[in-house]
């Protein structure tokens, strides 16, 4: 069975420094790998993707992550956080095989951003 | 284009009631997908409709049903409501074809006292 572990559940950061939030999957095959950010009241946004092309994949807002397959990871950075970044971030993984549409979303991790 | 709507946003109903939530998504996208958020459960797949079709379902119970017309549009139903069917009902389109990543919309929060 395929699934995501984000290792943390809450993040805190200064404004203007690097942001780091962790995630591990659990695949057999290879799989697809987004990250999604949550803001409150708000739906689901997409901040980046991999999908088997390039292990190092960038996204909107200056995020980027990098796949490791040998560490089974797909850890969320960015350089320098800004105060619009505090949110809800999802690590979600995507079966291989049919079910396209069938994610499986990690617990969450909740970032703070402090002035 | 517009994105994905929900409606109504917020809604509240007693236990044993019924509920029926509608989904409208992105203009040409076929495919539509219903996620239930609660802070105990996270983000649950609920099921995937394609052209009127149900093509994959996750583990809920017989209580969750959902639908789709001719214009995509998808309504999602829950009978015998439960005080634990409370809970942030997300849906998500995309065009269908190929690998495309899922558009959220705001989603439906519904209360069940």
Redesign the interface.
């Known amino acids: 069975a395929q699934s995501v572990t984000q290792l943390d559940s809450h993040v805190s950061v200064s404004e203007g420094t690097p942001v780091l939030l962790r995630c591990n999957y659990s695949s057999s095959y290879s799989p ?1 790998l ?1 990250w ?1 950010v949550q803001h409150p ?6 901040l980046l ?1 991999y ?1 088997s092309a390039a292990t190092l994949v960038k996204g909107i807002n200056g995020f980027e992550a990098e796949f490791k397959k040998s560490e089974t990871s797909f850890h969320l950075t960015k350089p320098s956080a800004h105060m619009s970044d505090a949110a809800e971030y ?1 690590c979600v993984v ?1 079966p291989s095989g ?11 991790t909740r970032l703070a951003v402090h002035p | 284009k517009a994105g994905v709507t929900q409606t109504p946003r917020y809604l509240i109903k007693t236990r044993g009631q019924q509920v029926t939530l509608s989904c409208s998504p992105i203009s040409g996208h076929r495919s539509v997908s219903w996620y239930q958020q609660t802070p105990g459960q996270g983000l649950q797949f609920l099921f995937e409709y394609f052209s009127e079709t149900q093509r994959n379902k996750g583990n809920f119970p017989g209580r969750f049903s959902g639908r789709q017309f001719s214009n995509s549009r998808s309504e999602m139903n829950v009978s015998t409501l439960e005080l634990g069917d409370s809970a942030l009902y997300l849906c998500a389109s995309r065009p269908g074809q190929g690998e495309n990543e899922q558009y959220f919309g705001p989603g439906t929060r519904l209360t069940v006292t």
């Open positions: 697809s987004f999604y009241n708000k739906g689901l946004q997409l993707k999908t999802f995507r049919g079910g396209y549409n069938k994610l499986i979303f990690g617990a969450g």
